[in-house]
């Protein structure tokens, strides 16, 4: 594997304050810029705030078969077992479905649906690949939050992801409401890095993906940035599109209410942006979590 100059260390042994990114927020330029599926609007909005939100992109009746799928997987003992499912801590739920593409066909289309793929290569000016696709899923009741975190500083530190030139395009598969722990950013931290404190250990991710304890944001860092510029949590009906920048920092709550919340995530990364060793020091995650050998330009669905 490739190593590249570290231009974002994070997971230190003392404190160090955060800083601005170095590359820029939209990558494409010119026509390219000019004529994607994304408006001029929409575009000053995801370089404001670092993500934007597209409420009923898809008609419900697209996304329902692709929750019906999780459900029947959550109903299979064998599929429960694999390792790209995460269970929650006492095992009765599942929390995470790590590589619904490789799992799913419908999962891979949908990858390649023209109008994602073309939002992700306007944004991220070329060619791009699935890193990472997922579904995390809340059950009423008793779905678990996600704490504080940039998606990068742990691609980066534990998958090699050199540049902030990545994004996630989530799909809602429920109904996300106020009370069923929807995602909550912060608008405008995608513009700053903020690093971790503490060593990574050794397979990190068997952990970090029931409960993130090491790459978490500083909560003075945290505070700091809400009350300069606020938290949102996009609501709306299944099939709703948030499109968000790989460093901007996001978490959610716990699910409280009986409603089920089950949201859909494909991280699109550029060509040439692929993954060198990883900056923390420690053996790359598997393939399901950051994608080595399947890193192939995508091709639209016609």
């Known amino acids: 594997m490739l190593q590249t100059a570290d231009h974002y260390p994070t997971r230190l042994d003392d404190k160090l304050g955060t800083f601005d990114r170095r590359e820029p927020v939209v990558h494409s330029t010119g026509k390219a ?17 670092g993500f934007i939100w597209l409420e009923s992109f898809f ?14 997987m959550a109903r299979d003992p064998q599929m429960r077992d ?9 095992r009765e739920k ?32 070329g060619d791009v690949y699935i890193h990472q696709s997922r579904i995390n899923s809340k059950a009423g009741f008793c779905g678990g939050g996600f704490d504080w975190h940039s998606d990068f500083e742990t691609w980066h530190s534990e998958d090699g992801m050199p540049k902030m030139r990545a994004v996630s395009a989530s799909i809602m598969l429920t109904d996300n409401n106020a009370f069923n722990g929807p995602l909550m950013l912060i608008p405008g931290s995608h513009r700053r890095f ?48 948030l499109l968000f920048d790989c460093n901007t920092l996001h978490a959610s709550n716990a699910n ?19 993954l060198a060793e990883p900056f923390a020091g420690t053996q ?14 995508l091709s639209a669905n016609t």
Request: aromatic share 8%; net charge negative; hydrophobic share 35%.
């Open 256 to 274: 409280l209410s009986p409603w089920p919340r089950a949201n859909l995530f494909f991280v699109y990364n550029s060509v040439e942006n692929r």
């Open 94 to 125: 599942i929390r995470s479905v790590f590589a619904m593409h490789e799992l799913s066909e419908a999962f891979d289309r949908m990858t390649r649906d023209p109008r994602l793929l073309g939002m992700a290569q306007q944004l991220l000016g």
């Open 82 to 90: 694999r390792e790209e499912v995460i269970m929650d801590a006492e």
């Open 33 to 49: 810029r000019e004529h994607g599926p994304l408006g001029v609007s929409q575009l000053d909005q995801f370089e404001r705030d």
């Open 284 to 297: 790359p995650r598997p393939e399901y979590l950051g994608a080595r050998k399947r890193n192939v330009a």
């Open 194 to 241: 903020v690093p971790c404190v503490g060593k990574t250990p050794d397979n990190n991710w068997l952990k970090s993906l029931k409960s993130q304890e090491i790459g978490v944001p500083d909560r003075d860092d945290i505070a700091s940035l809400a009350n300069s510029r606020g938290i949102e949590a996009p609501t709306g009906p299944a099939g709703s599109l």
């Open 59 to 72: 008609p419900q009746e697209v996304v329902e078969p692709f929750f019906e799928e999780l459900d029947a």
